[in-house]
Each structure stands twice: as C-alpha cells, then as structure tokens.
C-alpha cells in the first residue's frame, strides 16, 4: 500500500537577522554567516490511508511548524514531502480573517480551498449548524471567544472535504458536548478513509482516537508506533521533567534548544538546490551584488535630496525647513481623540498578572491584579479599558480582560475526583492542608512542619512553601489561597477541567473553574493548581 503522506529526511530551519539590512545581505550572497534555528531536524515517517496519528511533545517541540508542513503553509528547507490528496488545517483561528464576519470567512475560506460558489452555498447552512455559535455568525471574528473560532474553524475545515485534515489543538477550547460532536464527526472521516492528524497535549485524548503516536522533542522523532507504547514512554518523561526545578527545567531546555541553533547540525539553504559553484565565480557575484547595493543606495539618495526641487531653488532651502517644522509641531500638538464606547459588564482579568493604571494613557500603574479577579468594565476608551476592582476605579489594556455575559458556572467535581492528578504527598493528607484556609501566618508556620521556603510572589504576597505545597497570604496575613505543584496536567480529569473552564487564556495556559466548595485556578504552563474557598474570590 502506499502512504498517503510521506516525510523523507524532512528539515526546516528559520533564519535570524538583526535587521533588514543583515536579511538583504544574505540574499545576496554578500553575508554568509547567520543565525539558524532548525525548528525540525531529519523528520521521516509515513502514514496510510484512513490513520489516525496523535502527535505529542512539550511546548517547542515543533508540532506547529509540522502542522503547518502538512497543511502546505510553507515548504521545508531540505527534504521530501509526499501528500496525496486535499489537505486542511483545523487550529484556533487558523485561516480566518478577524475583520471578517463568520459568514464572510466561510466563503473565503471555502474560496481558498477550491470551492465553487455553488458549493458553497450549499454546504453554508451545514457549516452553520454544526459551529453553532447562533447570531454571533454575522458578527466579525475578533469579537469571538477562542472556543467560537475554534468552532467555526473546524466546521469550515470537514465540510470542505479534505483528504487529510490536521487538527492543532483546536479541541482544546471547546465545551465537552462540542468536543464529542467533533470527536463523532472525526471517526465519519476514518470510516471512510480520511486521514487525520491529531495535534494534542493531552494524553487522554490521543489513547482515546489515535492508532499510532508520532513524539516530537525539540525538533526531532523521538518515538513514532504503537500509541500504548508511545504514550507510557512520554509520560514517563513527563514524570520526570515535572520533578525538576525551574532551573533544572530552564537548563535542560537551554540544552536542547542549543542543538537546534547549532550551525553545524544545519541543512545548508542552497546546498541541496545548487551544484557547487567555482570560487572565482563566487567572488565575482559577491562583488557585483555588493555593486549593484551601492548603486541602488546612491539612486535612492539622489531622487531623496533632488525630489520636489529645481536647481534655482536652493535659496530658499532655510525658510522651507523652518515651515515645515511649524507644520510638524502642530501636527504633534492635536490632541488624539478619544473614542469612549460604555459598557458597564462584568469583566475578569485574563493574564497571570495585569497592571491597573490610573490614566487611559496606562502610563502610571497603581496596582497589579492577578488572573480571574472579577472587574466592572464600565467602558472603552481607544486600547483600555476604564474598570473597577474592589471599590476603586483604574484603566486596563484591553487585551488584559475579557467581558463575562454570564455568571461563572460551577462543575460538579470534587477534590476527590482529582487525586489521581495531584501529588502523592498532598493526596494522602488533601484534608489537612485545605483546613488552613483563612489561618494566619504564623499559626501555620508553627503547626505544619517541613517548610522549605518563606518567600513573596509577583504580586507581592507572602508565601510559604512546603515541598509540593504553598499557602499564598493577602495583605491582613491570612492564608486565603493553598497552590499544588507538579501535578498531572495530562490526566483527563485535569483535561475536563480545562476545556470546561469558565475563564481561559490558552495562550499562557491558565483556566478558573469553580468546582463543588472552591474556586481552582490551573496554570498548565506551571502545572499548578491553586484553590480559593468559594466565598471568596
């Protein structure tokens, strides 16, 4: 059988330049030293017809830029790649366009993949119904949530009818009725021969769909086979590098990333392209780039300093200037006009840390906030808005919030459901460590013994850390937030957890959930989990 997809000694690598001179430089031949980074190093693998591949690896292991290979979204820098059939990427926003309305995109993408108007309004209400994001489909896109665009991607994307479809952690965001109307649509696909290559971090997902697991780490085919095999060996390793120290992590990562910049491990960009050219020859491109260089810079800088001008009015260069400068300082002195647009919602604050300013300009930070603290955004003023916090009034960037139309709903989980994910040492005395919630500080430094640490976070607050465990202290010294380290962040539960959080920043991996008794943060970037008493916030 032949595959249907298939890498043969696949490189590709990214250039660094210091500026646009440096880039022109090297296209010219004139520059032959530079920074790479080989993002995929000798990738080759094959898959057939109607496989369904998981592929895994930590955050820079080169899942996108496979992605995007497979998708046809660039070409690789040395290598064979063998794709028979139709292929389309399903990622977060992938392919659409955010000044566009969702119904605008569904035509713009069906378009760009090769569909026909006829086709396309035929397939336009089925497209609709399965996104189902109601009105919000006449809507333009950057007003959508991550979880509606990931909809309205994937449902572009298996009524174009692709041969292969990839799917970049675009499951992630969605809510567990879609993720199970998705999952039902994929397994349509398998049946009749569709290949698919499911992009994931998480463990549970991959075992549950896939037929074969392809590891990626850092660039490189660590493991590609049977998906139990596959997945026991990358959990394993997950294991161990959770149990690492932040340095420990930062060094092996530094390590690894230090390879993909080595030069010597690096596919020359015309070397597989071009037969070997004669010194002499090279020489004499160099010196006539460098030429043709300096006769463009010399051009450029006559047509500069003779535009607009004729040779008798060199007299009158002084007071030219001197207007243009009066004309220069008003326009710098119009004040920019601010556009106030009221909204008066409930708001929470999307990052691990925002800064509150007291001026629209954010120039003057009075105070820094951490993620899911609940705000009313009363309105938009250009790129901030005006909110208030605890009784008191300040500006934000916009980007930093995102407006709540409902109340945050609870799920029906329980510490219990979540020991499996939680380190042994806080598992087996779960009950102990939470009943310190609300006590002072110096109550807790004397009764629970093995502190390692006394230390203060980002936002200021006193910490105490007791291996695997830190109680987090608000201004009156009162424990009011205890905060797990090193948990499974790939058991399904912490998974259910994350696709089903009321608050989301995937971008920086961070989710609120509010289950049964507390309120949960989970930072999966940190894999920590932090717990808050449900009176409190």
């Given at each position: 059988?032949?595959?249907?997809?298939?890498?043969?000694?696949?490189?590709?690598?990214?250039?660094?330049?210091?500026?646009?001179?440096?880039?022109?430089?090297?296209?010219?031949?004139?520059?032959k030293?530079?920074?790479?980074?080989?993002?995929l190093?000798?990738?080759?693998?094959?898959?057939?017809?109607?496989?369904?591949?998981?592929?895994?690896?930590?955050?820079?292991?080169?899942?996108?830029?496979?992605?995007?290979?497979?998708?046809?979204?660039?070409?690789?820098?040395?290598?064979?790649?063998?794709?028979?059939g139709?292929?389309s990427?399903?990622?977060?926003?992938a392919?659409?366009?955010?000044?566009?309305s969702?119904?605008?995109?569904?035509?713009?993408?069906?378009?760009?993949?090769?569909?026909?108007?006829?086709?396309?309004?035929?397939?336009?209400?089925?497209?609709?119904?399965?996104?189902?994001?109601?009105?919000f489909?006449?809507?333009?896109?950057?007003?959508?949530?991550?979880?509606?665009?990931?909809?309205?991607?994937?449902?572009?994307?298996?009524?174009?009818?692709?041969?292969?479809?990839?799917?970049?952690e675009?499951l992630?965001?969605?809510?567990?009725?879609?993720?199970?109307?998705?999952?039902?649509?994929?397994?349509?696909?398998?049946?009749?021969?569709?290949?698919?290559?499911?992009?994931?971090?998480?463990?549970?997902?991959?075992?549950?769909?896939?037929?074969?697991?392809?590891?990626?780490?850092?660039?490189?085919?660590?493991?590609?086979?049977?998906?139990?095999?596959?997945?026991?060996?990358?959990?394993?390793?997950?294991?161990?590098?959770?149990?690492?120290?932040?340095?420990?992590?930062?060094?092996?990562?530094?390590?690894?990333?230090?390879?993909?910049?080595?030069?010597?491990?690096?596919?020359?960009?015309?070397?597989?392209?071009?037969?070997k050219?004669?010194?002499?020859?090279?020489?004499?491109?160099?010196?006539?780039?460098?030429?043709?260089?300096?006769?463009t810079?010399?051009?450029?800088?006559?047509?500069?300093?003779t535009?607009?001008?004729?040779?008798?009015?060199?007299?009158?260069i002084?007071?030219?200037?001197?207007?243009k400068?009066?004309?220069?300082?008003?326009?710098?002195?119009?004040?920019?006009?601010?556009?106030?647009e009221?909204?008066?919602?409930?708001?929470?604050?999307?990052?691990?840390?925002?800064?509150?300013?007291?001026?629209?300009?954010?120039?003057?930070?009075?105070?820094?906030?951490?993620?899911?603290?609940?705000?009313?955004?009363?309105?938009?003023?250009?790129?901030?808005?005006?909110?208030?916090?605890?009784?008191?009034?300040?500006?934000?960037?916009?980007?930093?919030?995102?407006?709540?139309?409902?109340?945050?709903?609870?799920?029906?989980?329980?510490?219990?459901?979540?020991q499996?994910?939680?380190?042994?040492?806080?598992?087996?005395?779960?009950?102990f460590?939470?009943?310190?919630?609300?006590?002072?500080?110096?109550?807790?430094?004397?009764?629970?013994?093995?502190?390692?640490?006394?230390?203060?976070?980002?936002?200021?607050?006193?910490?105490?850390?007791?291996?695997?465990?830190?109680?987090?202290?608000?201004?009156?010294?009162?424990?009011d937030?205890?905060?797990?380290?090193?948990?499974?962040?790939?058991?399904?539960?912490?998974?259910?957890?994350?696709?089903?959080?009321?608050?989301?920043?995937?971008?920086?991996?961070?989710?609120?959930?509010?289950?049964?008794?507390?309120q949960?943060?989970?930072?999966?970037?940190?894999?920590?989990?932090?717990?808050?008493?449900?009176?409190?916030?």
């Amino acid at each position: 059988m032949e595959p249907i997809v298939k890498f043969h000694n696949v490189y590709k690598t990214f250039s660094f330049y210091k500026n646009q001179t440096e880039k022109l430089m090297d296209i010219l031949s004139i520059k032959k030293k530079k920074k790479s980074f080989s993002a995929l190093r000798g990738i080759s693998f094959e898959v057939f017809k109607g496989e369904s591949i998981g592929v895994i690896g930590i955050n820079g292991s080169g899942k996108s830029t496979l992605s995007n290979l497979l998708a046809q979204i660039g070409v690789p820098s040395s290598g064979n790649i063998t794709l028979k059939g139709e292929s389309s990427l399903i990622a977060i926003a992938a392919g659409l366009n955010n000044n566009l309305s969702g119904f605008e995109n569904i035509h713009l993408k069906c378009l760009m993949m090769g569909l026909k108007n006829e086709e396309i309004k035929k397939i336009t209400p089925q497209i609709m119904e399965f996104a189902d994001i109601g009105d919000f489909i006449y809507q333009p896109v950057k007003n959508y949530s991550s979880g509606m665009k990931s909809r309205l991607g994937f449902a572009i994307s298996i009524h174009t009818n692709p041969d292969i479809l990839i799917i970049d952690e675009a499951l992630s965001v969605g809510d567990q009725t879609f993720y199970e109307k998705c999952i039902k649509k994929m397994e349509e696909f398998k049946s009749v021969g569709k290949t698919i290559f499911f992009i994931s971090h998480s463990i549970s997902q991959v075992r549950n769909f896939c037929d074969r697991v392809l590891w990626l780490h850092f660039g490189e085919i660590k493991t590609f086979g049977n998906k139990d095999e596959v997945l026991k060996e990358y959990k394993e390793f997950i294991d161990w590098y959770n149990q690492l120290t932040d340095a420990e992590k930062k060094q092996y990562k530094a390590g690894m990333l230090n390879e993909q910049f080595d030069n010597k491990n690096m596919q020359s960009r015309s070397g597989n392209r071009t037969k070997k050219r004669p010194k002499g020859m090279i020489k004499r491109v160099s010196f006539l780039g460098q030429l043709i260089i300096l006769l463009t810079l010399l051009l450029i800088s006559t047509i500069f300093l003779t535009k607009g001008k004729h040779p008798s009015s060199t007299l009158s260069i002084e007071s030219n200037d001197t207007s243009k400068s009066i004309i220069q300082k008003k326009v710098n002195n119009t004040p920019v006009k601010i556009m106030k647009e009221p909204i008066n919602k409930k708001g929470y604050l999307l990052k691990e840390k925002v800064d509150i300013y007291s001026d629209s300009k954010l120039k003057h930070k009075i105070v820094t906030l951490p993620f899911a603290t609940p705000i009313s955004i009363q309105e938009k003023r250009n790129d901030s808005y005006k909110v208030t916090y605890d009784g008191k009034t300040g500006y934000i960037n916009t980007t930093d919030a995102t407006i709540s139309e409902q109340e945050t709903q609870p799920l029906n989980l329980s510490i219990d459901n979540l020991q499996d994910s939680l380190p042994s040492a806080f598992s087996r005395s779960y009950e102990f460590y939470l009943a310190y919630l609300g006590a002072d500080y110096n109550n807790i430094k004397s009764d629970i013994r093995g502190l390692t640490e006394e230390t203060t976070d980002s936002l200021g607050n006193k910490v105490q850390v007791y291996r695997s465990v830190s109680y987090t202290f608000n201004q009156n010294n009162i424990a009011d937030m205890i905060t797990v380290l090193d948990i499974d962040s790939s058991d399904e539960i912490i998974q259910r957890m994350k696709e089903n959080a009321s608050i989301k920043n995937d971008e920086d991996q961070l989710y609120f959930v509010d289950i049964n008794g507390y309120q949960t943060i989970l930072n999966l970037q940190k894999n920590t989990v932090s717990f808050k008493l449900s009176n409190q916030q």
